[in-house]
Structures are given as structure tokens and as C-alpha cells.
């Protein structure tokens, strides 16, 4: 069956500019997970949805990051004027049960 | 000090060798231990899932839990090429948040 999908792939963008990055979790998936892993690193989390609730925003390093779920679905994540050290691996996970998370194969993003 | 610590390597050992993968974590609220392994430009992918102290075996895969030490393990025998990875353990103690590891960079020689 259809995984958890990203795009883009990757994305190189101009410091200052803002950039949107999509993930498509597993259908029928309620949970679904943002984590940046930069380089060397372990996956810093970022922001977690759970069906209806209000989104657990507590990793987002600050305000120039946002995300959003449409539809208990698709879920956008964007980053608004971004910096050199935004550069990583952004990840995204859905689950169904609380435990066992499925991975997307990630966005590179590149900030010159 | 991080929740989990976990030895980034990189680690390269011959083919056929035992490898030794760790963890130590400080939060005894940790209940539900995981392994993911993730390939070169991939997203993780889950390996091995725990949830008490003891041993759980998967083929040449072992996961190895000490909640009295905080410290988990995770073993592979019989050692591949295609093992070359990177593994990161993930601890959950019930609140949808996993905790990660940095992940340990694992190479193994023909």
C-alpha cells in the first residue's frame, strides 16, 4: 500500500525567502508528525496532530515556523524567511496506533 | 544533559561480526522502547519494538531492555553489507511524542 509521501524532494532556496514543504501521511492515519534531523544529528521533533485536537506545537523552534492539517489529512509545514541553519532533512511521520510511526523519505532543504 | 543518549559512531566492522548498538536514557517514564534503522537518504524505518525489560528476538536482530540501568541494546548477528545504516533508538512514554536518539552510523565491510 501507499506509503507516507513528501515533496518536494528536495529544495534550495535564498536565505530570507519562505519556503512550504507537504507531506501526505498514510491514509486513515489520525497522528501525524514533524521532525527535523540536520546533519549528524538525531530527529529533533517539531510538531505533532492528533485527529481534532489542537496540534502540539512544542518543538517549533521559533515563529518563523509553522505547520497545518487540512482535512485530518494533508499537513503543510512552512517557514517563513528562512535561515542557513534551517538547512536540514525535514521529516514526516503518521501513525495509527500511539506507538509505531511510519516515515516519509523526507525534504532536503538547502538555504543559501 | 539529552533524555537519550546514544553513541554516534561511526561504527565499521566486518562482515559476519556481532554488532552492539546502545542506549542510555535518564526519564524512568519511559515504557515502550524502539529501534529504526534508516538507509542513506530515507526516512526511518521501524525495526525492533519493546515494551519490558528483557530480550526480544527478530531473525539476527535482538532487543535488549535494562529499565533498572536505563539502558537498551540492540544486537544484530551474523552481520550483513546490507545492515549498513544508520540506527536510531526511540524511547515513548505514552504521550505520542517519541524521543530520539542521534543515531549511530553503522558500516559493515565485505
Known amino acids: 500500500g501507499a506509503g507516507v509521501s513528501q515533496s518536494p524532494s528536495n529544495k534550495v532556496t535564498e536565505k530570507g525567502k519562505d519556503v512550504e514543504l507537504r507531506c501526505d501521511p498514510i491514509s486513515g492515519h489520525t497522528a501525524l508528525y514533524w521532525y527535523r534531523q540536520s546533519l549528524g544529528q538525531g530527529l529533533e521533533f517539531l510538531i505533532y496532530?492528533?485527529?481534532?485536537?489542537?496540534?502540539?506545537k512544542s518543538g517549533l523552534p521559533s515563529d518563523r515556523f509553522s505547520a497545518e492539517r487540512t482535512g485530518g489529512s494533508v499537513s503543510t509545514l512552512t517557514i517563513q524567511r528562512t535561515q542557513q541553519e534551517d538547512s536540514a532533512v525535514y521529516l514526516c511521520?503518521?501513525?495509527?496506533?500511539?506507538?509505531?510511526?511510519?516515515f516519509g523519505p523526507g525534504t532536503r532543504l538547502t538555504v543559501l | 544533559q539529552k533524555e537519550v543518549e546514544q553513541d554516534p559512531g561511526p561504527l565499521s566492522v566486518p562482515e559476519g561480526a556481532i554488532v552492539s548498538l546502545n542506549c542510555t536514557y535518564s526519564?524512568?517514564?519511559?515504557?515502550?522502547f524502539m529501534w529504526y534503522r534508516q538507509y542513506s537518504r530515507k526516512g526511518p524505518e521501524l525495526l525492533m519494538y519493546t515494551y519490558s525489560s528483557g530480550n526480544k528476538e527478530d531473525g539476527r536482530f535482538t532487543a535488549q531492555v535494562d529499565k533498572s540501568s536505563k539502558y537498551i541494546s540492540l544486537f544484530i548477528r551474523d552481520s550483513q553489507p546490507s545492515d549498513s545504516a544508520t540506527y536510531l533508538c526511540a524511547m515513548w512514554r505514552g504521550a505520542q511524542k517519541l524521543v530520539f536518539g542521534q543515531g549511530t552510523r553503522l558500516t559493515i565491510n565485505p
Open positions: 511521520a503518521s501513525s495509527l496506533a500511539a506507538d509505531t510511526q511510519y
Open positions: 496532530f492528533q485527529g481534532n485536537s489542537a496540534p502540539d
Open positions: 526519564n524512568s517514564a519511559f515504557q515502550y
